[in-house]
């Protein structure tokens, strides 16, 4: 079996893996790297793409694979977040003037492509699919062919939070021939889960005393429910002071659906609920102009470069008694909230604006951090690691950790190995 690492080697983006054996050829992922308009530049000849989660650097590039018609397998939640993602991205693609070569319909052919199932056979390859934590629908992928096991992670996390459970070692098949694994978080030991949400309320808490706004910039995609999930229960159970809390954005609310519709991949406690993502305290709102201050506010953009999230960074970062929460673990350089959080500063029309808001970054990743990469690997001992959808130091500090108990490949773009 050959493997070729198209994106996402030795950085976070573009995710895809192309496996091909004598009869079969198929993509683990087909993603774009951040900013890039709509990807031409992963291989089309596929039998088959797998798709892990429906975050766009895994499921991005599709939109290319129209005219092939190319079968797309994932779990049924991933193809309908993906397709409403997919929409999102020709929306602003057209909003700020780029011309693409795909329109709305494009999606639904997607979608007609997509089949919906945990395992598929292909001329002498079986794939099954396992959940990964992470995010609402993702799935690790099992591929066997050849006599050889692949196990592809996508990305994963171990740990449980308040919505969903981490995958389950014990379901994941052992010693496997390959191992292609996530490195976002090589080289990071994060707080556990409890500890961080204690930290959130306290801050949020902190900022009610005042009488102050908080804002949280979030991704449409999970992480805004997890928060306005975890904010509306904690105000039931009068962790948090009640106080006016809203969500603002059209594609969490849309997203968000989904959520009930597919609760019964979520936790227990989740799935017991009638409608478990109809808060009681947090409201959904279309527009800014219709928060009554003071409140929390969750919206998008989740790098705070645009949307609610820009406006609001603006409006409120001249107030010491509002507060911003960062619940992103990467942030990009370029990002405001870098430089709200970094210098204490905004750039607006190229001046300085001082920043005396309270700007707090609290984690609340879905990615394994090192520990759990390291039990993962530990636990289902790999001839073979490729480290991917990492940046070269967190692969580097990770194959450090595990090359006695692995033999570990840190691919680079393009690359090609033989299984
Ligand atoms: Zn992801």
Redesign the pocket.
Known sequence: MKITFHGGAREVGGSCVVVKTDDAKIALDYGIKVGERLSERLPKDLDMVIIS?A?L??SGALLSLVKTSTVVVGSEATREVTADLLLDLIKVQRMNGNKIPYSYRDVDKIRSLWWARDSVALPGMEVRLYPAG??LG?KMIGIRAEGKDILYTG?FCLHNTDILEGSDLESLPKEPDALIIESTYGEKTRLNRSELLERLFTKINEAIDRKGNVLIPVFAFHRSQEIAKRIDQAMQDGDLQNYNAYIISKLAHKITGHFNRYKELLTEKIREQEKPFNYEHVEHLRRMEQIAEPAIVICTSGFGHAGASYRLLKEWTPNEDNSVIISSGYIPPESPLTAAKEKGELIENGDKVPVKANVEQIELS?HADQSELIKLIKTLKPKQTFLVHGDLEQAQTLSKKISHVTHVEIPEKKERFVV
Do not use: I, P
Request: proline share 0%; hydrophobic share 20%.
């Open positions: 989660h975050h650097d895994h992470h995010v993702a990305d879905g």
